[in-house]
């Protein structure tokens, strides 16, 4: 029960354990993480504005599939480009607002990791591949440097997943997305007449950018 071990930690402590050796998971183990990603998903999703996502299965699993070998790979650093391509594949279904959203109950803390793998050795083969999927999935990716992209677009165009993603840029303060010249109306409309207490230099910079 690797998986679901180190989810049921992730989740309810933060800290994690893991495998040193990289290897399948047994069915049992990827059934018992299913359940528990659908109980936390179903907690999580009260948090949304507007109307609940479904759960998407197969993203949920794969994100947090990608997000243990990822673990992995940051602590193994010896372990080369072709080990990180066959464990961090891309996902292989549709990207729906469902598996968005999915995949962001893992996802979610990939950027702490990211900037962990770049502070270790920002020039190698693991933080190459975790910026390519910041790219892919912006709407876990807020505080990281932005790269308007058409992931970004589609999760805009979802009034879920836009009020989401723009209450996480200003939650997180994240001056590099919100000073975009297509999110700052965002931003603002958001913000309304609270912007003084909300972020109170969000004007300063906007004006600057």
Known sequence: MLLTAFLHDLLTTGG?????????FEPDDLHAAD????AYHAEDVLELPHAALAFDAPSGLWAALFLYHSVQLAVRRELDEAVI????TDFAGEITPE???SADLTFRYLPDLLRLAKGLAPGDALVSRLLTVARQWPFSFVG????????????LAHPVLRQAYIDRIIQLKDRARA???????????VLGGHAATLWPD????TILA
Request: proline share 9%; net charge negative; glycine share 6%.
């Open 179 to 189: 000073s975009q010249p297509h999110l700052v109306p965002l931003v603002q409309a």
């Open 99 to 101: 598996a968005i959203y």
């Open 144 to 155: 990281t440097a932005p790269d308007a992209t058409e992931a970004e677009a589609a999760v």
């Open 85 to 88: 391509g066959q464990c961090l």
């Open 35 to 38: 359940i528990a990603l659908r």
């Open 16 to 24: 994690v354990t893991l495998a040193g050796q990289l290897g399948p």
């Open 202 to 205: 969000f004007a300063d910079f």
